[in-house]
């Protein structure tokens, strides 16, 4: 999306911020870096200022402040962390940024039933740092530390999908405010359910378009026995990708599994002052018991040895692990520190585990023949590939290149019957691939289902899809 055709943002209604301000008192901001904090993003889009900030603590302070925008036709976009990189959180119509950060308590954890009940604002760092000491954990690895309602609301997944799956699966209800003011529940604490719509999964990955989230009710996990991590390089890409594929094929139940290509492992090792061999590179995480650990790491090291791996490099210990893959998380920032001045540009896309190792090998002989600094990052172990650019911010022509190098990466994952986007979502940036990808009959009826739920069009509205 072109975010400079868009219309100038309409101000708030004449004294609309009062009414703000008599309801909300401090929690309602709007000094202009306090709106610049909450109409910036990561990504390259352009920063888009709300007419205001508030900073809601409770339920109640989103049913009054979803009333107070109803009433007087002002937009309203929720808030979290703003990590996510498809401009999500802009607010593309002014209005107000509902920042549910204060709302970041764990109200209760249900250890026999291996569940937690908390508010939208918690991190998901500080949620695990909560349950330490009750053998339990939330494994959902975005790499950012993004706010547990944000990571519902996009549809969150990461490094650990591979083996406990999706927000999608962690989530097992939720509180949301409606459009209307209403709060609704949309699922108790009971594992599975065959009680009419599946509104859970509605609001999951809606982004913010149909409804707030409040509370969410999320599945744990136990901690494993044992974990240990380890990283190998490659002669090529193609024999990594191949050891992933052959891995499940086997059986290997593997808790994380990441690629990064030879231009990243170069940009990691500069940026997070490690000594990796600067080739391709997979990352493992293996979870279970100390017998399966050990049976899990024979089974990829020979898998890995047929392909052309190396020697495998072991972090057994936390504070190892802990440091490799922070390395991984930050591979948006080192990608980007490559080149001076520049800022991220970043797609994602996801395709069937068959068609992995040819999509990422033409996608990388692509980008090779463009100057744009360029790296691959991929939670190989789902079929899922980030390409990160660091471009030029001042140039129109290197953003038309990436632009068009985009367009190229996603056709090629469409033509492999793969997704637009593996877990970046759509916001701004994907709307017209999701066209492409499902047809303009099925974006019709998620139009009729935002129509319905949000006849105002007043939540986050410009959005996944145009109206």
């Given at each position: 999306m072109d975010l400079s055709r868009l219309p100038a943002v309409p101000p708030l209604p004449s004294g609309f911020s009062g009414l703000l301000r008599a309801r909300f008192g401090e929690a309602c901001q709007t000094s202009e870096a306090?709106?610049?904090?909450?109409?910036?993003?990561?990504?390259?889009?352009?920063?888009?200022?709300?007419?205001?900030?508030?900073?809601?603590?409770?339920?109640?302070?989103?049913?009054?402040?979803?009333?107070?925008?109803?009433?007087?036709?002002?937009?309203?976009?929720?808030?979290?962390?703003?990590?996510?990189?498809?401009?999500?959180?802009?607010?593309?119509?002014?209005?107000?940024?509902?920042d549910l950060s204060r709302m970041d308590a764990v109200v209760a954890v249900n250890h026999a039933d291996f569940d937690c009940v908390i508010q939208p604002g918690i991190r998901r760092e500080a949620l695990n740092a909560h349950l330490r000491d009750t053998g339990l954990f939330f494994p959902i690895d975005p790499g950012a530390n993004a706010t547990i309602g944000g990571m519902a609301a996009t549809r969150a997944s990461g490094t650990n999908a591979v083996r406990y799956g999706t927000m999608r699966e962690a989530v097992l209800g939720l509180?949301?405010?409606?459009?209307?003011?209403?709060?609704?529940?949309?699922?108790?604490?009971?594992?599975?359910?065959?009680?009419?719509?599946?509104?859970?999964?509605?609001?999951?990955?809606?982004?913010?378009?149909?409804?707030?989230?409040?509370?969410?009710?999320?599945?744990?996990?136990?901690?494993?026995?044992?974990?240990?991590?380890?990283?190998?390089?490659?002669?090529?890409?193609?024999?990594?990708?191949?050891?992933?594929?052959?891995?499940?094929?086997?059986?290997?139940?593997?808790?994380?599994?990441?690629?990064?290509?030879?231009?990243?492992?170069?940009?990691?090792?500069?940026?997070?002052?490690?000594?990796?061999?600067?080739?391709?590179?997979?990352?493992?995480?293996?979870?279970?018991?100390?017998?399966?650990?050990?049976?899990?790491?024979?089974?990829?090291?020979?898998?890995?040895?047929?392909?052309?791996?190396?020697?495998?490099?072991?972090?057994?210990?936390?504070?190892?692990?802990?440091?490799?893959?922070?390395?991984?998380?930050?591979?948006?920032?080192?990608?980007?520190?490559?080149?001076?001045?520049?800022?991220?540009w970043t797609t994602d896309v996801c395709v069937p585990m068959s068609r992995l190792a040819e999509c990422i090998t033409q996608t990388r002989a692509e980008l090779d023949r463009s100057a744009i600094p360029t790296t691959i990052v991929g939670h190989v172990g789902d079929g899922n590939f980030h390409v990160l650019f660091a471009i030029d911010p001042d140039s129109p022509a290197e953003l038309a290149e990436v632009e068009a190098l985009n367009a190229s990466i996603v056709e090629r994952a469409l033509a492999a019957d793969g997704t637009c986007s593996g877990e970046h979502g759509i916001g701004l940036g994907k709307q017209e691939w999701l066209i492409a990808e499902l047809g303009e009959d099925a974006v019709d009826v998620m139009r009729t289902l935002k129509r319905a739920l949000d006849p105002d069009g007043l939540f986050n509205p410009g959005k996944i899809f145009s109206m």
């Open positions: 306090i709106r610049t904090q909450h109409g910036a993003s990561e990504s390259h889009f352009p920063t888009v200022l709300p007419g205001a900030v508030v900073f809601a603590a409770s339920t109640q302070d989103v049913v009054d402040c979803v009333n107070l925008c109803r009433e007087h036709g002002v937009a309203i976009v929720p808030f979290g962390a703003g990590t996510s990189l498809e401009g999500h959180t802009l607010p593309l119509s002014g209005g107000v940024s509902l509180e949301v405010v409606t459009a209307q003011g209403k709060v609704i529940r949309t699922g108790k604490r009971a594992k599975k359910s065959a009680n009419g719509y599946d509104l859970t999964r509605l609001y999951v990955g809606s982004e913010g378009t149909l409804g707030i989230i409040t509370e969410i009710t999320l599945r744990l996990h136990p901690m494993p026995e044992a974990i240990m991590a380890a990283c190998c390089a490659f002669e090529t890409l193609e024999g990594a990708v191949d050891t992933v594929v052959q891995a499940f094929h086997c059986g290997v139940p593997m808790a994380r599994i990441e690629l990064l290509d030879t231009a990243l492992v170069r940009a990691v090792n500069r940026w997070s002052k490690l000594e990796m061999p600067e080739a391709p590179t997979l990352m493992f995480e293996f979870h279970g018991s100390p017998a399966g650990v050990t049976e899990q790491v024979e089974t990829i090291r020979a898998l890995a040895a047929a392909n052309g791996g190396g020697e495998f490099v072991w972090a057994e210990k936390t504070e190892d692990r802990t440091r490799l893959w922070r390395a991984r998380h930050e591979a948006y920032y080192a990608s980007i520190a490559v080149r001076a001045g520049a800022i991220g």
